[in-house]
């Protein structure tokens, strides 16, 4: 039966992992796009997301068609996958939008870059050709982020019935960065975006910035939905046994000690060194805190297929470790790092941080800065850099940094854990009410009232 509502993500609300003896079993994807969306689904009955199969194993899962009511994964040839999802989403776009260029060697646009963009092309194709096949008459299209950005010009042209919105998750590139991209891959890429009715963004820093590189007739399409968290559903999610139990061995670890607390996928645009340099000089700099905080950071591979990223996250684990050797002592390890992707440990670090630290060099929102306060007990302290796009709701409330500077970063660290309790508490429950504005749902209704 053809749907009225449908989205397009490259990551699906599942992902499948295969065991030795051949069973499929499915897991939740991590990120902001899998967690905000699949909370907004969960209330649209008869919608339908279609995905890419990302895996081996998502590709058995469609061929075994086991995929869940409501999913349909794209089973795309694996070497255009790779150089479409691998090649340009996440080594051009990601780069382009979050600035993290290191411009004397990068970027490169040659004629290998021109054959994977082929192929972004076509697995774009691929993702219109389905939608065009699902979708009703009149029916609703929401198509996610930076990977399919060229599917609202090309479904436009296939069926031009359709009412088309795109939104991306991540941060839009200043005119310099934006302008490194050859001119007409560029214009390519703006026509593919412009293809959509509602051209949707988290802040209004990435709306101005994307409406800055189209022509003044064309911004007109652009809104501003910032997600935010549902806080019912997130508390009774952070009261389950599981995370209850999680929440005991963590307190145990810590022993009556302060934390400091970040999660993260292990992400160049998270600035996890910075951070953990940040922590190094408050020890070095507030010698009273040695011994009387932990650091728990939750860094979760992410994007293993790019060397950039295997080199950042073995990174993060020397100088976690270095910093275990300078300042830990028999009975005292400054730094846990955890690189499992466990989401009720997670929940229970939220639960109980005295002092969170996030810190991107830029980021389309940051859900976790947005989770932490709805979820803290005691009250958490929030470190936020002016790079996250939830600096634009948070910032009053939070302790604010210039996420390349370590010292600033330092201190703020410093004064976090030095905040009165009443305080800490006070801006924590501020801090939960501006989160929770736009709740998954609300955000997605809004983005299909815009279309109506
Ligand atoms: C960000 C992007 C999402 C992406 C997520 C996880 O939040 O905006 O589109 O799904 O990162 O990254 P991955 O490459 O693992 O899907």
Same mark, same amino acid.
């Given at each position: 039966?053809?749907?009225?509502? @449908?989205?397009?993500?490259?990551?699906?609300?599942?992902?499948?992992?295969?065991?030795?003896?051949?069973?499929?079993?499915?897991?939740?994807?991590?990120?902001?796009?899998?967690?905000?969306?699949?909370?907004? @689904?969960?209330?649209?009955?008869?919608?339908?997301?279609?995905?890419?199969?990302?895996?081996?194993?998502?590709?058995?899962?469609?061929?075994?068609?086991?995929?869940?009511?409501?999913?349909?994964?794209?089973?795309?040839?694996?070497?255009?996958?790779?150089?479409?999802?691998?090649?340009?989403?996440?080594?051009?776009?990601?780069?382009?939008?979050?600035?993290?260029?290191?411009?004397?060697?990068?970027?490169?646009?040659?004629?290998?870059?021109?054959?994977?963009?082929?192929?972004?092309?076509?697995?774009?194709?691929?993702?219109?050709?389905?939608?065009?096949?699902?979708?009703?008459?009149?029916?609703?299209?929401?198509?996610?982020?930076?990977?399919?950005?060229?599917?609202?010009?090309?479904?436009?042209?296939?069926?031009?019935?359709?009412?088309?919105?795109?939104?991306?998750?991540?941060?839009?590139?200043?005119?310099?960065? @934006?302008?490194?991209?050859?001119?007409?891959?560029?214009?390519?890429?703006?026509?593919?975006? @412009?293809?959509?009715?509602?051209?949707?963004?988290?802040?209004?820093?990435?709306?101005?910035?994307?409406?800055?590189?189209?022509?003044?007739?064309?911004?007109?399409?652009?809104?501003?939905?910032?997600?935010?968290?549902?806080?019912?559903?997130?508390?009774?999610?952070?009261?389950?046994?599981?995370?209850?139990?999680?929440?005991?061995?963590?307190?145990?670890?810590?022993?009556?000690?302060?934390?400091?607390?970040?999660?993260?996928?292990?992400?160049?645009?998270?600035?996890?060194?910075?951070?953990?340099?940040?922590?190094?000089?408050?020890?070095?700099?507030?010698?009273?805190?040695?011994?009387?905080?932990?650091?728990?950071?939750?860094?979760?591979?992410?994007?293993?297929?790019?060397?950039?990223?295997?080199?950042?996250?073995?990174?993060?684990?020397?100088?976690?470790?270095?910093?275990?050797?300078?300042?830990?002592?028999?009975?005292?390890?400054?730094?846990?790092?955890?690189?499992?992707?466990?989401?009720?440990?997670?929940?229970?670090?939220?639960?109980?941080?005295?002092?969170?630290?996030?810190?991107?060099?830029?980021?389309?929102?940051?859900?976790?800065?947005?989770?932490?306060?709805?979820?803290?007990?005691?009250?958490?302290?929030?470190?936020?850099?002016?790079?996250?796009?939830?600096?634009?709701?948070?910032?009053?409330?939070?302790?604010?940094?210039?996420?390349?500077?370590?010292?600033?970063?330092?201190?703020?660290?410093?004064?976090?854990?030095?905040?009165?309790?009443?305080?800490?508490?006070?801006?924590?429950?501020?801090?939960?009410?501006?989160?929770?504005?736009?709740?998954?749902?609300?955000?997605?209704?809004?983005?299909?009232?815009?279309?109506?």
């Amino acid at each position: 039966m053809a749907s009225q509502v @449908l989205v397009a993500a490259n990551r699906g609300p599942l992902s499948y992992a295969l065991s030795d003896d051949g069973t499929l079993s499915a897991r939740r994807g991590g990120g902001g796009l899998v967690s905000g969306l699949s909370a907004a @689904l969960a209330e649209q009955p008869g919608a339908l997301w279609i995905c890419a199969a990302l895996s081996d194993a998502d590709r058995e899962a469609v061929r075994q068609d086991v995929s869940e009511p409501g999913v349909r994964m794209l089973d795309i040839d694996p070497t255009m996958y790779d150089d479409a999802y691998n090649g340009i989403a996440n080594s051009v776009l990601w780069f382009t939008h979050h600035h993290l260029y290191d411009v004397p060697r990068e970027p490169v646009f040659d004629a290998a870059f021109r054959r994977r963009w082929a192929s972004y092309v076509a697995y774009n194709e691929a993702f219109t050709r389905a939608l065009a096949e699902e979708a009703a008459q009149g029916a609703r299209v929401l198509v996610q982020d930076y990977h399919l950005a060229l599917v609202p010009g090309q479904l436009r042209e296939l069926r031009p019935d359709l009412r088309i919105a795109h939104f991306t998750h991540t941060p839009w590139a200043s005119r310099e960065f @934006l302008d490194m991209l050859p001119q007409d891959i560029r214009g390519e890429l703006l026509w593919g975006m @412009l293809g959509a009715d509602v051209v949707g963004f988290h802040t209004r820093a990435w709306a101005d910035a994307f409406a800055g590189a189209a022509q003044p007739d064309d911004a007109r399409r652009v809104a501003v939905f910032p997600l935010g968290v549902d806080a019912d559903e997130l508390r009774a999610l952070a009261h389950r046994p599981e995370v209850d139990e999680k929440l005991a061995q963590l307190r145990a670890e810590v022993a009556g000690r302060r934390t400091i607390a970040r999660v993260d996928r292990t992400e160049l645009s998270k600035n996890i060194l910075r951070g953990l340099l940040a922590y190094r000089e408050l020890l070095e700099v507030h010698p009273e805190w040695r011994g009387r905080v932990v650091h728990l950071a939750s860094a979760y591979p992410s994007r293993q297929d790019l060397k950039v990223y295997r080199d950042y996250t073995e990174a993060v684990s020397e100088l976690a470790a270095e910093i275990n050797a300078e300042f830990g002592t028999e009975d005292w390890q400054p730094v846990l790092v955890s690189v499992k992707d466990d989401f009720a440990r997670s929940l229970a670090v939220y639960r109980m941080a005295d002092v969170a630290l996030v810190n991107p060099v830029r980021d389309g929102m940051n859900l976790v800065a947005k989770e932490i306060p709805v979820v803290s007990e005691a009250g958490c302290a929030v470190v936020l850099s002016t790079g996250a796009g939830a600096y634009e709701e948070l910032r009053e409330d939070a302790l604010t940094v210039n996420p390349f500077d370590v010292s600033q970063t330092a201190e703020a660290l410093h004064a976090a854990l030095s905040m009165p309790d009443e305080e800490r508490a006070e801006r924590t429950k501020r801090l939960a009410a501006a989160a929770t504005a736009l709740p998954p749902s609300a955000w997605f209704t809004a983005q299909l009232a815009a279309l109506a």
